[in-house]
């Protein structure tokens, strides 16, 4: 299970999460589905070899039940490539598929100091083979609480804080592996509108364990932007750097991201 992405609904960029992993507050617009393809492609930390590299396409279908609840699904499509001389053989295939359901609590007002506030629960359920890779083998049960703030008009911060009560953060090779106690998950963002058609940021993302096992976790930053090619689509660009084993050592992503 990827760590969230993140949404700004301002000017023509339109409420697309992609391609930060810091949620938002917002949900999707009522009665309206949001589409979101990424490919990403990373190179993983010397730790976890013999697999080397892995490449994930992640599809994600989100929908406006109500006003402030929003429910979606997605999936990866994976590609984990070991050390040629290893003598391992390479993964192909689909992980583990996502329920999700978001519900906004409070929503951000004008001159008032409160952010908007979000609350996320999430599901995994084993659909991805455990023993090429593919899937983590064990259902994730994931809660993850999401505050975001205005600091002017065009700047906007973002913070969540998460815990995982069963499961793992795994999505292929990428995360931390737990089988029982607790993982806390946590993130936080900046971002900035540069115009009616681009938006940048920065932000910062990791988990670990229960046992407080650092080198097992997962740290990564990541820089990203967005440009819309009209109101209801925009491009996603991204790279990030991590460390620890569960994180990807360097990668890159492209993406799309639909309103309809």
Not at 21 to 33: C, G, R
Not at 36 to 56: G, N
Not at 92 to 115: A, C, T
Not at 116 to 124: D, Q, S
Request: aromatic fraction near 10%; include cysteine; proline fraction near 3%.
């Amino acid at each position: 299970m990827r760590l969230l992405v993140f949404r700004l609904a301002t000017g023509t960029v339109g409420i697309a999460q992609q391609p930060f992993l810091t949620d938002d507050a917002d949900t999707s617009q009522l009665h309206h589905f949001h589409l979101e393809l990424i490919t990403e492609h990373d190179l993983l930390q010397r730790s976890a070899y013999p697999t080397v590299r892995q490449h994930t396409t992640r599809l994600q279908l989100t929908y406006g039940m109500y006003d402030r609840l929003e429910i979606g699904v997605d999936g990866p499509l994976l590609s984990i490539y070991t050390a040629p001389r290893s003598g391992k053989s390479d993964a192909f295939g689909f992980g583990d598929l996502d329920l999700q359901m978001k519900y906004r609590i409070l929503p951000e007002r004008d001159n008032s100091r409160w952010p908007a506030c979000t609350l996320g629960i999430y599901v995994e359920l084993p659909t991805g083979k455990r023993g090429n890779q593919l899937g983590s083998g064990i259902a994730d049960y994931w809660l993850n609480g999401i505050a975001q703030k205005a600091l002017t008009p065009r700047i906007t911060y973002r913070l969540n804080f998460g815990m995982l009560f069963s499961g793992n953060t795994l999505t292929g090779a990428i995360g931390v592996r737990s089988t029982r106690g607790l993982v806390f998950t946590g993130a936080s963002s900046l971002t900035a509108t540069l115009s009616k058609r681009w938006l940048i940021g920065g932000e910062i993302a990791g988990a670990f364990t229960q046992q407080f096992n650092l080198g097992k976790g997962q740290l990564q930053v990541q820089a990203g932007a967005k440009f819309a090619l009209r109101k209801s689509v925009a491009v996603d660009f991204a790279a990030t750097g991590g460390k620890f084993e569960g994180s990807p050592r360097l990668g890159g992503a492209l993406g799309i991201s639909i309103d309809f």
